[in-house]
Structures are given as C-alpha cells and as structure tokens.
C-alpha cells in the first residue's frame, strides 16, 4: 500500500513537472516608426484639433513608400516573436485610417477643461489592441548605422524600455543591418518589458480615470447618498473593483474628480479589460438605486476614461 502510494506520488510529480515549467505569457506588442522617423522622412499630417493644428505620423504612406520600413518591422518582429511576444499588424490598421480623424474627434461639455480629441494614434491603439506599443528610428551615413528602439504602455504612453546602438556599415541590406545590431541589445530589451509585464499580471494594468458633472445636472459629487457623498461611494466601489484596491484620488471638487494609477485586471469574461469596460462597470453600478444616475463615457485612447454625471 506505501509503496503504491510513494509510486502515485512520483508519478504526479513527474507529470506536474512540464506544466509548472511552462514559460510566462507574453505581452502583445505593436512596431511602428518613431515620430521623429516619420517628421524627417516627411511622412506627417496635419489634422485640426478643435481650432488647433497638429502634427501627426502618416503611418499609411510610410508603410506604402518607404522600402525599408516594412522589411526593418519584419525583421524586429522576428526577434521579438522568438522571444515569445505576439505581433500585432499595425500596417493593416494604418491603411484604414483614410476615414476623417475628424470623425474620431470627441468634444467634451462646457463644463470640462479639457478639449482634446483623440489622437490619429490613439485611433490606431484601439483598433490594434496591443500591451505595448515598440517605437523605432534608424540613421544611415555611409561609415554607421544608428538606430534607437524604445517600448511604451499603450495604456499610460509610459516608456519601459529602451535601446539604442551604432554598427559600422557593412555589404548587407539595411534592414539586415539594424536587425544585426539590435541583436545585441535584444536581450536587455525583453527583460525590461518582461518586468513590466510581470507587474502587470501581479498588480494590474494602469488608467486613469475622470470623473465629471454636467453643468445642468441636479447631482454632483456631494450628493449625499445613505449618508454619504457620491464622491465616496465612487472611492468605495473603485476599492472593490481595482487590483488589490490600488488607485489614487489626485484632485476632486464637487463637480471635478481625477484618479490616477487606477490598476485594473488584465482580463474580465475572458476579454481584454480597458478603461472604457471598467468605466463601464461604474456607470452601471450608478444606474443602480439609490444613485439612479444617467452619465456618458468619453474616451480618450486605451488608458483613460471619462465619466459624466447628469445625462448621456
């Protein structure tokens, strides 16, 4: 009978052994030139911001004219995917953004101080749903090739990791040659993202959140409630509804309050979570009684959401 049992024992332990030596999942990146990449090749546009120009990367016609570009992200993805990373298209995304960015635009009520629209990128962000966001720029002369490659939060625009090195020219295709260079710096690149990663899955992933009230609304943020102010019955549910109960509470008037470093789940129903789906979760916890409050999400790129009390 011991020995059965010891033998039972050595073979749930042999069996157990491939699964707790499966390797950690990867973040899912996206490569796109660098803005800087872009402004020097004159792949820009300009879209009007609600009466303000801006600058922004035509990343449709670099992709279409530029003939490095495509092989130089290839050959970066290679690198990374063998590393375990999955690859998101980016090129794909980029040759529908033909339609208006005005379309894009979202204008917020009187009430707010704020009147940005969502960017051209924040635009590409969200339809091409990747953890990180890998930015490249290179620079050919005829003795070196230079090139700086560094990773962003697509959720915060955090930078996690960075890299940059010079290679002597050689007979090689230019992009063999940027892929030969950052080869050495490859290693220390992915350990950097996979710490950032790893604080993810532990602590959550990073937004902010902006609470705002309609200037017609009967309700604001010092509404009492059971006794308490709605203000801290938002606070209340954030606590519930956030990674180990981690946000914090930067400023807050009546009709004005802004959370930062609000960690949510990566994942909720088997979906990836961003800021609009647990802003979400908020505004439908506030329909409930006793609250009974109508309010409207805006969004502004992957990472942050805006929740106004009063209407829709």
């Not at 020995?3 to 030596?21: D, E, G, H, N, Y």
């Not at 120009?53 to 050959?75: G, M, T």
Request: aromatic share 10%; hydrophobic share 35%.
């Amino acid at each position: 009978m011991k020995i059965s049992f010891i033998l039972s024992v050595i073979l749930f332990t042999i069996l157990a052994l491939p699964l707790s030596a499966q390797p950690a999942k990867k973040p899912t990146i996206m490569i796109l030139p660098s803005d800087n990449w872009c402004a020097t090749r004159y792949f820009t546009k300009i879209y009007d911001n609600q009466g303000e120009k801006v600058y922004y990367s035509d990343y449709r016609r670099a992709f279409q004219e530029d003939s490095e570009l495509n092989p130089v992200i290839s050959k970066i993805g290679e690198l990374l995917t063998e590393r375990g990373y999955s690859l998101k298209d980016a090129e794909q995304a980029a040759k529908s953004l033909n339609t208006s960015i005005a379309e894009n635009q979202v204008t917020y009520s009187s009430t707010s101080n704020a009147t940005l629209a969502i960017s051209p990128l924040d635009v590409l962000k969200q339809r091409v749903r990747s953890d990180i966001l890998i930015q490249i720029n290179w620079n050919v002369t005829k003795e070196a090739i230079t090139f700086t490659m560094e990773a962003f939060d697509t959720y915060t625009n955090k930078r996690i990791s960075t890299a940059t090195g010079t290679s002597e020219r050689n007979k090689d295709i230019i992009p063999i040659q940027i892929e030969n260079a950052i080869k050495k710096h490859i290693k220390n690149f992915d350990e950097q993202m996979d710490k950032f990663y790893q604080d993810l899955q532990a602590n959550g992933r990073e937004i902010a959140v902006n609470i705002q009230v309609w200037d017609n609304s009967e309700t604001n943020l010092e509404t009492e409630y059971q006794g308490d102010e709605l203000l801290w019955h938002i606070q209340e549910w954030l606590s519930q509804n956030t990674v180990k109960g981690q946000y914090n509470l930067s400023d807050a008037t009546e009709n004005f309050a802004y959370f930062e470093q609000v960690r949510i789940p990566l994942i909720q129903n088997n979906r990836a979570l961003d800021a609009r789906g647990f802003v979400r979760g908020l505004q439908k916890h506030l329909q409930e009684p006793p609250y009974n409050i109508t309010s409207k999400i805006i969004m502004q790129g992957l990472g942050k959401a805006t929740l106004i009390i009063g209407e829709k």
